[in-house]
């Protein structure tokens, strides 16, 4: 498009304009303009209107145009901004003020305002950045052997834990514990634990039987079998003597010999017991009599007497006797007869003690007397 003049002058003159009137051979008048004119100004008509319209139709139409360039542009502006960060608000028709406000807005690199690392995860002397402050770290580096670590049992056997110091390790620092007491000398023989082999001092099964100087099992050595203490059935207060004291146990028995006495009840019946000589009148060889027994006694008697009331006579007792050193006739005998204040029965009976129901022990004994049934009778019995 040609460019428009630009230069147009007005008509300048003084007063009112002035016309010629002129008659016409048709009866008609024409009109011509008699003003003088200080200045001819320049002719505007159609064609002048014409090229300005044209003008203003092809500007608006650029101007639409550039419009739409910038609207267009803006969309694209907002895509980009929305694209490097969605958080960012942009208003929906956005002024070019607006979108450079919300440019300034984008976060540049990464978000890290949700990091949780700090200074003490980082190797000393490295930096990072971690909520959009700058920290350095605090980490060391380890090198060489490591110690001391902590350890802690795991509760399973075979298995237990080590615990390094903080700090950052590249893979070739060992860590370990000191335990002087990890040696092979404490660990059983043929056993290996973590590469050692025990060689602890051992001893096999033994007997030590108690004499009257201390015998000793070695401290720091492994027991391969039963250690037997050997003990003794008559280790009890009653064997040793009075005053005395072995192996803890304090003596009760007296020295001298050992005896016991009491009252007993008779059988209320009779039993057989075996004469030691056929009876001389009658010749049987067993006699029916009622007894006594006595129990609870810890020595076996050498002499024994028991007496009591004959069952008829009421001035006469019953007596039995029962001595090692007068038995010439057998080796253990019970002699039975009556006595007065008169006079002694020479009705003697001679029992065996070691047969049928009678007999003498180290836990008491069963005697004949001829006593009623019943009846209680004093007996004496001496070790």
Sequence with gaps: MADLKTDFKDDIYQGNRKYLQTKNEDGT???SDATQYEQEGDYFGANEINAISQAVNEAQNKADQAFQSASNGKEVIKTAIAG????????????FAQLVAAIGQIETGVNTDDAT??????????TMYVKGLKITGTMPAKTGAENPATYRKSGVAGKFYLKPPKGYYDGTVEVNHTDVNFIAENIKPGVSTLGITGNMASKGAATITPGTTDQFIAAQQYLTGVQTIKGDANLISANILQGKNIFGVAGSAVQGKRWASGVSDTSVSGAGFDYVEPHPVSGSVTATMRYVIVLGLNFTPSY???????PSISKEQVVTIYDTFINRYYPKTFICFSISSSYVSDVTYCVKADTRLAYVNNTGFLAPI???AGSQVRWIAIE
């Design 29 to 31: 008048v024409s009109f």
């Design 84 to 95: 490097k960060d969605p958080s960012v608000t942009i208003p929906t028709d956005a002024t």
């Design 117 to 126: 690392a700090t200074a003490e995860y980082l190797l000393a002397g490295l």
């Design 370 to 372: 001829s006593a009623p």
């Design 304 to 310: 024994i007497l028991v007496t009591g009331q004959h």
